[in-house]
């Protein structure tokens, strides 16, 4: 019988000691086969309900990853609620990501990285959740790295706008090429310390 990785991840996971709760919903999705969109608006996604998607996207297995991939621009997104009391702590951000693009330099075109946006309950943006280690770099194709980033949460925050994205360098265009992310999580932690710590365990028991 095939093992999934969702069941796989469960068990390394567990052996770790790590039962922490992800904020995201649907981060492992149910694969819609065959769907992909390039509608230029915002859409739900079939099997992953919780996320909108915008532009050239895509759901399906990816070596065994469940994953989202985007292309020319799009995106997936998804609101995420923060209750009161998680103001002031951490906010881990993580995931894995790959690209069959890589560039002799450093331009960053078609590479994936996470992002968030901190919202009031109006829906207006407080902060940027941006930076750190949330893009994806390196020389070769097809290479899963794990991205993260660790973040105060602001005060006024009540929810979080999570991003899977592209990057794109100016005066580099984007060809088609895929933007891949697998095994998205938003933590929330006491201190920086423990999310580090949850992040270091959470790349090396996923990143296989």
């Known amino acids: 019988m095939r093992l999934t990785l969702a069941f796989l991840l469960s068990v390394c996971l567990s052996v ?18 065959g769907w992909k969109s390039d509608l230029q608006s915002l859409q739900a996604v079939p099997g992953a309900g919780a996320w909108t998607a915008f532009g050239s996207t895509e759901i399906r297995d990816v070596e065994s990853r469940p994953t989202f ?18 103001i002031g702590k951490y906010a881990l951000l993580i995931g894995f990501g790959s690209s069959n693009r890589v560039f002799a330099d ?37 290479e899963w790295k794990c991205l993260y980033g660790v973040f105060v949460i602001p005060d006024k ?19 088609g090429s895929e933007s891949r992310i697998a095994n998205p999580g938003l933590f929330v932690f006491a201190s920086s310390a423990e999310a580090d710590g949850f992040a270091a365990k959470y790349c090396s028991g996923q990143g296989n």
């Open 157 to 175: 925050t009540s929810q979080m706008r999570f991003f899977l994205d592209s990057a794109q360098r100016n005066g580099t265009e984007h060809d």
């Open 106 to 142: 450093n331009d960053i075109t078609d590479h994936p990285y996470l992002y968030a946006y901190a919202m009031d309950s109006p829906g207006r943006i407080v902060a940027y959740l941006q930076g750190q280690h949330m893009l994806w770099e390196s020389k070769a194709k097809n």
């Open 16 to 33: 770790l000691g790590i039962g922490q709760t992800n904020l995201l919903k649907d981060a492992r999705p149910e694969i819609p086969r």
């Open 69 to 86: 991939i985007t292309r020319n621009g799009g995106q997936f997104s998804q609101d995420v609620s923060v209750d009161r009391s998680n």
